[in-house]
């Protein structure tokens, strides 16, 4: 099966705003808040280089992260699917 | 219409239109001493209406029309015509406010900083407001603070104060018979009296004040604090709010910018004389 490719508005579109352990982002397209904690806004600024299936994006995330990547990608693919759910980002 | 009214509060004008002279009678009692809409044009306009021609004269009930209508809003009794005009200025307020983000909350202010207090229905933020403006605080709202997504400023809206059932008894223990308006009773809320606020609040209410403290009373349990994360208040005070998606980016802006530079506290309270010494405690602690 083909890994799926997921793409995001660029960062522009988004305004970040961290509160504790959860962020509140307002998605400028849409106009909706969304409360977020971790990795999702991380997920979001990785996409930000292009479009990208789960493993693409742990690879991205490496770089500037540290993680088990044992389970990443189950973990970001699980995300992604919520985060395609909410219209944050779309399969390409 | 027949009678008309106009009001300035805080920073919101309207006018009023009504086909019976008695609401507009009690209007003008009650906001007396109040101005009227800058350069004499009012924001939001509500119109007291017969539900039919003949209903202004034959068991009069009185709908309430105006910029924003509700359409399968039930009229009331024309006993209950200061109720309907109240709800009227709310709904435009609700729906038709642009420049400022509404909270659904109660205010106060000292030393030019406001205390917020939000919460369901029968919390008490009303109540506690109304009480604390004869203590020593000015009184800048039972119902809507005006959150100013330009400034950060808190700006009052002291219309006159709606008291339900018990706090009616509570509030005459402690002010003047002469500030209450008429006693409504059996209305969908239960048994309401509109209080005036006093003069001060009145004089003040033109000066906006910075937020230093949001409360969530909760009426009728054993004294209890709570402090709250930034992001369950800034949840709680979206669904508090009437227009913040209206508001879009700037509402974003101005409720994020609130909750994470302003403590907020969850607090229960068995009466509203230990609601009163724990807001001063907690007021208190913060300015040291």
Redesign the interface.
């Known amino acids: 099966m083909a890994a799926i490719l997921y793409a995001a508005d660029p960062p522009e579109a988004r305004?970040r705003?961290s509160?504790?352990?959860?962020d509140?982002i307002?998605h400028?397209p849409s106009?909706q808040?969304h409360?977020v904690c971790e990795p999702i806004p991380q997920i979001l600024e990785a996409l930000a280089a292009g479009p990208a299936d789960a493993a693409g994006i742990v690879a991205r995330l490496a770089i500037a992260h540290e993680f088990d990547p044992a389970d990443a990608a189950t973990i970001i693919a699980a995300r992604l699917a919520e985060l395609e759910a909410i219209g944050l980002l779309w399969r390409v | 219409m027949r009678h008309a009214f106009a009001v300035r509060i805080g920073p919101v004008g309207f006018r009023i239109g009504s086909a019976w002279a008695g609401p507009v009678e009690h209007l003008r009692t009650l906001y007396a001493g109040y101005p009227t809409p800058d350069d004499g044009v009012a924001d939001f306009t509500v119109r007291l209406e017969a539900e039919r021609p003949w209903r202004r004269w034959i068991r009069p009930s009185v709908a309430i029309r105006g910029d924003f209508t509700l359409p399968d809003a039930a009229p009331l009794p024309l006993a209950q015509g200061l109720l309907a005009a109240e709800m009227g200025m709310n709904l435009q307020m609700a729906l038709g406010q642009r420049r400022y983000l509404i909270l659904h909350a109660s205010a106060v202010e000292r030393d030019g900083r406001a205390l917020l207090m939000t919460g369901h229905s029968g919390a008490g933020k009303s109540t506690l407001a109304a009480l604390l403006g004869e203590r020593g605080w000015r009184f800048m709202g039972d119902e809507f603070a005006l959150l100013d997504p330009a400034t950060g400023q808190l700006h009052a809206f002291p219309r006159m104060i709606s008291l339900k059932n018990e706090a009616i008894a509570t509030m005459a223990a402690d002010v003047d018979s002469r500030r209450f308006g008429p006693l409504l009773k059996g209305t969908p809320k239960g048994d309401i009296r509109h209080l005036r606020p006093n003069d001060a609040a009145l004089a003040a209410m033109d000066r906006p004040a910075r937020p230093a403290l949001i409360l969530f009373p909760r009426f009728g349990f054993e004294s209890a604090e709570r402090p709250m994360a930034p992001s369950e208040v800034f949840v709680r005070l979206t669904q508090a709010s009437t227009n913040y998606v209206a508001l879009g980016e700037p509402g974003f802006a101005a409720l994020t910018g609130l909750v994470k530079s302003v403590p907020s506290i969850a607090i229960d309270y068995p009466d509203t004389a230990r609601a009163v010494a724990q807001v001063e405690r907690l007021w208190a602690t913060l300015a040291s």
């Open positions: 305004r705003v509160l504790d352990a959860l509140a307002h400028r106009g808040t409360l």
